[in-house]
């Protein structure tokens, strides 16, 4: 997982304010190689050993409702580059004629839907888009073209890197719909407040970035996933992370 030259990244990424980061990055090539090696051994074991959970899963989501059994969403990730992201399907079918974002109990969820998101076992079709390259294991949760035209300068440092499953943001925000129902513009409030919060998180996280923070941040996902640690409680040490 080298990084691209300066002078052959996208025109719109050559700029002072992802210069700061590039130039970090780049003193950091053992934990990058570390990194694009883990997201190969770890996405190969794991869709192995998850088989037939998969099988599972793709049956549970065709008998409840019509459709495919992956939703292929396009996204964008390290460089600008686009791709279709893996993710089990929980919406309907007809769900991209509605907004882009999910709000609190969101009509066009389907019944296993529900179930799949609480778990975020909608995500396991990710591990493919790792394995792919498209994406890693820790990294910013990569956003639609539309979001992404609307990145800040310092922002598009993100794409320097493969998007990520999780990241500390993805924790902090983890009930994000939740915090978006019963706003009367829900994509307003995403675009203009919670994106540029989650982003000061993502830049914070690249900064810093190291193949052992990343391990940590894999390994507070699932408790959180799960529910056993408050999202103050995460709020908190993010902030305590930030100051340092």
Known sequence: MLLKKWESLPE?????????????LKKKKPALFFKRLTDILLS?????????LFLILAIAVKCDSRGPVFYRQTRVTRYGRLFRIFKFRSMRQDADRGPKI???????????????RKFRLDELGQLINILRGDMSFVGTRPEVPDFVARYTP????????????????SILYKDESSLLAGAED???LYREKILPEKMRCNLDALARFGFWRD?????????????????RRFAAEAGRESRR
């Open 12 to 24: 719109n990424m050559r700029s002072d304010e992802v210069r700061r980061y590039y130039e970090i």
């Open 44 to 52: 190969a074991f794991l869709l192995l050993i998850l088989a037939p």
């Open 102 to 116: 999910t709000v609190g109990e969101d009509p066009r969820v389907t019944r296993v839907g529900r179930v799949i």
């Open 154 to 169: 310092e922002m598009m440092a993100t794409l320097l890197l493969p998007a990520g499953v999780t990241s500390l943001a």
């Open 186 to 188: 829900p994509a307003r």
């Open 215 to 231: 391990a940590g941040v894999l390994l507070l996902t699932f408790p959180a996933v799960l529910g056993m640690f408050p999202r």
